[in-house]
């Protein structure tokens, strides 16, 4: 299937600017496009995993990524519908860029006729007077056009300052500024950026007489209401330190049965026949969540690598007991308990009715007593017999916790202080 086709059916060109002409740029040759990714927190999140599996989907097409950090960019950031954005300081901001620089580089290759090429374009707007940026920038831009933009209409009545409005006017050079380097003839973001995107197109033709290509993908919604990449412990991000891997393929694991599909054509490599097999598993077996458990593996091991889900699938099988709770890692296990909800226990010796009602499990240590009598109440997997007895702190998993559960559902987790 050719790339513009393959795109296409998953729905992600929501606006280009021609779509036929880049088709025959790409069928006449090798082709450069860029991708920005700005710097606004110390992490990108599962919303920034439409851009980079886009880039690598065209990087196996053969054309060839430039992956922008905006060293610059992320210093002004773009204009919110809301307020101005606190500015961060620039050390921080370049803390952040190396941080994402490694964040993307997983989603391409670095070798090859189509090698992606990172750059970061503080490298060319640092040594940029304010008068060439006046000059040589600015002259391009009508400010009717600028003013008709959606976001800046919404902020002109609470005020916008121009650092802010003139962020279009960075973007758009980046895009000058990577054709002259490095022959970058295709942008593409997402929707929000389709003002920024197109001025740059523009920018381009005005000041070199050239004509580029651009598009756009949609924002991923979620069928619910909410917004993707939020959880209830807030946003999933790509960082592990700040997203265990465990929480990362929980989200996609528990994603909506109206969702799950379109996350599938967004996102997964796997082929039109392959989904459309997972479509209908959705809706003829959905107890099964075949299609979930599809995109949270293939996601997972993108991001975090086949040994880590491996730990992480065999978590979700030892917390309720289909697998060795001794064979998971202690990190592992911490950020699996962490999403059950784990609750800190002193150094006072503890009966098992107490822990089982302190943990959450059951709502006080009478309801204890019976689920222990009725044979449906489980500490490390094992069956407990006697809801007197004292905890074995000896017995528990790396010397502190403890996976607690009631019959084949209920589960939480104690972590007990020595």
């Known amino acids: 299937m050719h790339i513009i086709d393959e795109l296409s059916w998953r729905g992600l ?35 920034h995993l439409m851009q980079a599996l886009t880039a690598r989907r065209l990087q196996h097409a053969g054309l060839r990524p430039v992956l922008l ?40 290759t670095f070798e090859g006729e189509s090698a992606a090429v990172p750059v970061n374009n503080l490298d060319w707007t640092d040594e940029l007077s304010a008068i060439d940026f006046l000059r040589d920038v600015g002259k391009h831009f009508p400010v009717s056009k600028m003013l008709n933009r959606e976001v800046v209409r919404a902020r002109l009545e609470s005020g916008i300052s121009f650092t802010e409005f003139a962020y279009q006017l960075l973007q758009s050079h980046d895009y000058w500024e990577l054709n002259q380097r490095y022959g970058v003839t295709v942008q593409f973001g997402g929707s929000d950026q389709w003002g920024n995107i197109t001025a740059g197109v523009d920018y381009v033709r005005r000041r070199s007489g050239k004509h580029v290509h651009a598009f756009v993908t949609p ?36 994603a909506d049965d109206r969702d799950i599909v379109q996350y599938l054509k967004y996102l997964s490599f796997r082929s039109q026949a ?30 975090h690598g086949q040994a880590e889900c491996d730990q992480v699938i065999a978590a979700s099988k030892a917390l309720f007991g289909r697998a060795a709770l001794t064979e998971l890692s202690e990190a592992t ?13 002193g150094t006072e010796p503890i009966t ?14 009478s309801e204890a007593r019976r689920a222990v009598r009725d044979g449906g109440a489980y500490l490390n997997n094992e069956k407990l017999t006697d809801a007197t007895e004292e905890v074995d702190r000896s017995a528990l998993l790396f010397g502190r916790y403890a996976v607690v559960r009631r019959g084949k559902k209920t589960i939480a987790g104690a972590e007990l202080d020595a």
């Open 13 to 47: 060109i929501q606006d280009s600017t021609d779509i036929d002409a880049l088709r025959k740029d790409i069928d006449a040759g090798q082709l450069s496009f860029y991708v920005g990714f700005d710097p606004t927190a110390a992490s990108l999140h599962v919303g």
């Open 69 to 108: 950090v905006g060293g610059a960019t992320g210093q002004i950031g773009d204009p919110r519908d809301t307020s101005e954005r606190t500015l961060n300081p620039p050390e921080t901001v370049a803390q952040w860029v190396e941080n994402i620089r490694q964040q993307v580089a997983p989603f391409v």
């Open 219 to 254: 924002l991923i919604t979620k069928a619910d209401g909410t917004k993707f990449g939020k959880s209830e412990g807030g946003a999933i991000w790509l960082d592990a330190n700040l997203t265990s891997p465990y929480a990362f393929y929980q989200f996609w694991f528990n």
């Open 274 to 303: 392959e989904i459309e097999e997972l479509e209908k598993a959705t809706i003829e077996k959905p107890q099964a969540r075949l299609a979930q458990r599809a995109l949270a593996e293939e996601m997972t091991v993108l991001l």
């Open 333 to 345: 296990l911490v950020a699996a308990l962490s999403e059950a909800g784990i609750t800190k226990v």
């Open 352 to 365: 098992v009715a107490e822990l089982l009602a302190k943990s959450g499990v059951v709502s006080s240590t």
